[in-house]
């Protein structure tokens, strides 16, 4: 079977499968304290017991329920199968649970609750439940799909311990670590292991990466549980693993506790989506090619493809076809990883960037500001015979191009959500879909939509762009 990057499989009430991520992290010691080999039998006997104490506390489980209806079985109508079979008409239900299954951490003594954005994405009721058998109901305070994280707020918080958020850049290749979680629902389980890799990208899940790799078991269940040092803080938040069969092989990811930092302080004051530093530019890998052509000894950096007008980067003096190799002093070797690198900048500073142009390094100072909201959002819900009909779209602006992970500089009319069943849902539009034009004719805001779908049509040529790909379709009217 082919390698995969999988998520939790959780199996619901009704017998469908869930899917959740699952990780692992890696610790440092203390500051000062050299790493050490273990030189005698005595010391190899030593056990992680100590840390287990101080951190397991802070470790829940997380479920997650919502209720779906059911279609109506036409046979409930029927006095004679409704003798027989009740109101359930053959023991079909009208209605289903559909549930997941994770973990979390306990980052604040008031209540707040890290998880993976996937273990709650879609429940309508979500509960924590504590290795001495309490449970809380809590509330979703915000969600972060670009990151898979969200945090949540118990309902009662007493007693709780808190664990600290260690300094994730200091984590090195080798420390050792331990995963903390629910795997398989069997609850709560601590496994071992040492970091094996930091700064992977590529792995499909958010859009800006850096995981830390470990090989301490993570399994399905795991998903929002915590990678913590040898002094009990949390180095990462366990999200994904690499498998041929969906259990653990050695190989499994956890975002590091800066992502976590920037997020956590986004619920803190009230946010509803995660206030983070806006480049204004777009960004493509550094190819073996052009790296060559540069006169550079590997295809590490990100190239500048495009700079938006008056955006922090064109205000800083980048230019397009510039080379980005470093963020204050750290490397980048890809898009993501600069993505990363970047979002985790406390706002309100200055970044420095290592460019390489014409063959010369240079640094530039990039402000840290949130993305501005340049025009109202204006949402319209489209209805009528189109094939567009069940969307909502909004006016596109560089606040809501970085909450939906949009490159920069797009043009158009954002899809910010689909109704279900709808001719739109049915034909495939996603959210995130830029509507660029209508039978030729260019959108630029949300009514330009509203207006055009008014004249019936007998066919509709509709322009979208999807993952920087620009695609036109005709569809009848």
Known sequence: MTERFVRSRTRSAAGGLL????????????????????????????????VVKKSAGAVVNVYGARVEKQPRNPFMDDPFFRRFFGDG???????????SLGSGVVVDASG??????????????????????????????????????????????????AIELADSDKVEIGDIVLAIGNPFGVGQTVTQGIVSALART???????????????????????GALVDMQGRVIGIN??????????????????????????????????????????????????????GLGLDRPAGSVVAGVVEKGPAAEGGLRRSDVILAVDGVGV?????????????????????????????????????????????????????????????????????????????????VV????????????????GDIVQALNGERMTNSRDVETALKERKRSWEVTISRGGQSVTSVFPG
């Open 89 to 99: 008409g053959f023991g079909v239900p009208q209605e289903r649970v559909q549930r």
């Open 333 to 413: 070797d890809d898009p993501e990883s600069f993505g990363y690198r970047f979002a985790t900048r406390p706002l309100g500073g200055v970044a420095s960037l290592t460019v390489l142009r014409s063959g010369k390094r240079v640094t530039l100072p990039v402000k840290l500001i949130p993305a501005p909201e340049l025009r109202p959002r204006d949402p319209v819900t489209l209805s009528g015979r189109s094939p567009l009909a069940g969307l909502t779209v909004m006016n596109l602006s560089p606040a809501l191009a970085e909450e939906l992970a949009i490159d920069a500089g797009t043009e158009g009319v």
């Open 202 to 224: 590529q792995i499909g899940v958010g859009d800006a990466q850096s995981f830390i790799q470990t090989d301490a078991a993570i399994n399905p269940g795991n998903s929002g």
């Open 416 to 431: 910010a959500e689909i109704a279900e069943d709808s001719t739109a849902a049915r034909i495939g539009f996603q959210k």
């Open 239 to 292: 999200t994904a693993i690499f498998s041929r069969s969906g259990g653990s092989h050695g190989i499994g990811f956890a975002i590091p506790a800066a992502m976590v930092r920037v997020v956590l302080e986004s619920a803190k004051t009230g946010a509803k989506t995660v206030r983070r530093p806006w480049f204004g530019a777009r960004l493509q890998a550094l190819t073996p090619d052009v790296a060559d």
């Open 19 to 50: 899917l959740a991520l699952a990780i692992g992290f890696a610790p440092w010691p203390a500051a000062g304290q050299a790493r050490q080999v273990p030189e005698s039998r005595q010391e190899i006997s030593l056990s992680f017991a100590g």
């Open 112 to 161: 707040l609750v890290v998880t993976n954005n996937h273990v709650i994405e879609g429940m309508s009721e979500v509960k924590v439940a504590f290795a001495d058998k309490r449970e809380v109901e809590a509330t979703i305070l915000l969600r972060d799909p670009r990151t898979d994280l969200a945090v949540l707020k118990l309902k009662s918080a007493k007693d709780l311990i």
